[in-house]
């Protein structure tokens, strides 16, 4: 008798995906194996035979988490070549992949079926694992859209840590090169109209009529897809004020005009830390099958105005 319904295998740079996975089959009752709550178990022994016998012969299935890390790393190679031989004496199907990405595996025939989880949250992949592991799924509790909708956009914030790092930095990656004060005041202007425009899509993409028309009217339930692609906007426009403010930053401008596309950069650091606070906050209240999508963005235009009369003035 397997001692684990599922083991996991994957690679240490998808670990904060996995072990959101491993604990929603923990609030599922399905018994699972992962390494960090192994560590006592693991210490002083033989990994290369213990981790074999994980992964051959204890568990009912393992799923596969590919991408390109996974695919290089040398223990992840050792876990699935042990998986491999158990899955080519098994009447069923044990591997259950589940892609980061479209790194090829070795041993991995073409047409085995797989989750890509580009788009699918942890919370999913862990009830389509414990509906392959037959446990008992309940249906989804009221409350679902939001914690769809706070699943995708923590999925997706999870892949711009590096922008967010740089931004917090203020790191500067050289790009446009302005010689005149004529385009520099245009450009800036031009780019002051986008980050107005930016920080009005934020307000439209929670305003009342996008969220009826994703999560549906009162006393009926949301549309999945819908979910996604209003959660996906979201933070698709998040990425562009980050990626707003670096450019600005990267812009080289004659001198007079440097002070103000430093300030001007600056304007999005508060919707920034307003847009992170929301998340966190919508993501703690979904966790508890409650939501409240109502972003307040502010920011002080101040220090930009005042710097742009002295640039215009001398």
């Given at each position: 008798?397997?001692?684990?319904?599922?083991?996991?295998?994957?690679?240490?740079?998808?670990?904060?995906?996995?072990?959101?996975?491993?604990?929603?089959?923990?609030?599922?009752?399905?018994?699972?194996?992962?390494?960090?709550?192994?560590?006592?178990?693991?210490?002083?022994?033989?990994?290369?035979?213990?981790?074999?016998?994980?992964?051959?012969?204890?568990?009912?299935?393992?799923?596969?988490?590919?991408?390109?890390?996974?695919?290089?790393?040398?223990?992840?190679?050792?876990?699935?070549?042990?998986?491999?031989?158990?899955?080519?004496?098994?009447?069923?199907?044990?591997?259950?992949?589940?892609?980061?990405?479209?790194?090829?595996?070795?041993?991995?025939?073409?047409?085995?079926?797989?989750?890509?989880?580009?788009?699918?949250?942890?919370?999913?992949?862990?009830?389509?694992?414990?509906?392959?592991?037959?446990?008992?799924?309940?249906?989804?509790?009221?409350?679902?859209?939001?914690?769809?909708?706070?699943?995708?956009?923590?999925?997706?914030m999870g892949k711009l840590s590096a922008k967010q790092i740089s931004h917090e930095l203020g790191d500067v990656t050289p790009g446009r090169t302005i010689t005149s004060d004529t385009d520099a005041l245009d450009n800036y202007r031009a780019r002051t109209g986008v980050f107005d425009e930016i920080i009005n899509r934020l307000g439209e993409l929670l305003s009342p009529g996008k969220q009826q028309w994703a999560f549906g009217p009162a006393g009926?339930?949301?549309?999945?897809?819908?979910?996604?692609?209003?959660?996906?906007?979201?933070?698709?426009?998040?990425?562009?004020?980050?990626?707003?403010?670096?450019?600005?930053?990267?812009?080289?401008?004659?001198?007079?005009?440097?002070?103000?596309?430093?300030?001007?950069?600056?304007?999005?650091?508060?919707?920034?830390?307003?847009?992170?606070?929301?998340?966190?906050?919508?993501?703690?209240?979904?966790?508890?099958?409650?939501?409240?999508?109502?972003?307040?963005?502010?920011?002080?235009?101040?220090?930009?105005?005042?710097?742009?009369?002295?640039?215009?003035?001398?």
């Amino acid at each position: 008798m397997p001692k684990y319904d599922v083991c996991l295998s994957f690679a240490g740079e998808d670990r904060d995906y996995v072990e959101e996975v491993a604990r929603h089959l923990t609030e599922l009752g399905v018994s699972r194996f992962y390494d960090t709550d192994e560590q006592a178990d693991l210490w002083g022994k033989n990994l290369v035979e213990h981790l074999d016998h994980i992964y051959r012969k204890d568990s009912r299935f393992c799923v596969m988490f590919i991408s390109e890390a996974y695919a290089r790393k040398m223990w992840t190679k050792h876990e699935r070549q042990s998986a491999f031989d158990r899955a080519m004496v098994s009447d069923t199907e044990y591997l259950l992949p589940a892609r980061f990405d479209d790194t090829e595996i070795p041993a991995l025939r073409v047409g085995t079926g797989y989750i890509d989880l580009r788009n699918r949250t942890p919370r999913e992949l862990a009830r389509m694992i414990a509906e392959k592991v037959g446990s008992a799924v309940d249906a989804p509790e009221p409350g679902w859209e939001y914690q769809l909708f706070a699943d995708t956009v923590a999925l997706h914030m999870g892949k711009l840590s590096a922008k967010q790092i740089s931004h917090e930095l203020g790191d500067v990656t050289p790009g446009r090169t302005i010689t005149s004060d004529t385009d520099a005041l245009d450009n800036y202007r031009a780019r002051t109209g986008v980050f107005d425009e930016i920080i009005n899509r934020l307000g439209e993409l929670l305003s009342p009529g996008k969220q009826q028309w994703a999560f549906g009217p009162a006393g009926r339930p949301g549309d999945r897809n819908r979910i996604r692609l209003l959660a996906n906007r979201f933070v698709e426009t998040y990425e562009d004020l980050l990626n707003w403010a670096a450019e600005l930053r990267g812009t080289k401008t004659p001198e007079r005009y440097r002070v103000l596309y430093r300030l001007t950069a600056q304007l999005a650091d508060q919707p920034l830390k307003q847009v992170e606070a929301f998340v966190a906050e919508l993501t703690a209240a979904a966790e508890r099958n409650a939501g409240d999508l109502h972003l307040v963005i502010s920011y002080d235009p101040e220090p930009v105005k005042a710097e742009l009369k002295k640039v215009q003035t001398t």
